[in-house]
């Protein structure tokens, strides 16, 4: 398969496919989703909501970040542990 670089999200350490082992690169993320809430905490049933994802949830991993124009390392405004928001269409879920 061919593909540019750019298509490429991160590579995993000594070629073992887990998640521990993964590391994003330039300026991708890897976010654990957050749980999606079905009940407030008084239990009260939060309709619809199941079939919502999150868009929410804790980051894992940060890539080292892009280079601006003049060369400079732009590092990620995000470090791992951080819990983020984001947009409902963004990235891609993996298995």
């Known amino acids: 398969m061919f ?19 993964f590391t994003p690169l330039f300026d991708n993320l890897l976010v654990q989703l957050a749980e999606q809430e079905t009940s407030t905490s008084t239990g009260i049933a939060l309709a619809g909501l199941e079939e919502e994802e999150a868009n929410s949830g804790a ?21 791992p542990g951080d819990s983020v928001m ?5 990235g891609g879920l993996t298995d």
């Open 3 to 21: 593909m540019d670089a750019d298509s490429i999200l991160g590579k995993f350490e000594d070629n073992a496919l887990a998640i521990d082992k």
């Open 59 to 79: 980051v894992v991993a940060v890539g080292s970040g892009v280079y601006a124009a003049n060369g400079d390392l732009l590092p990620p405004s995000v470090s």
């Open 86 to 90: 984001y947009s409902r269409y963004a």
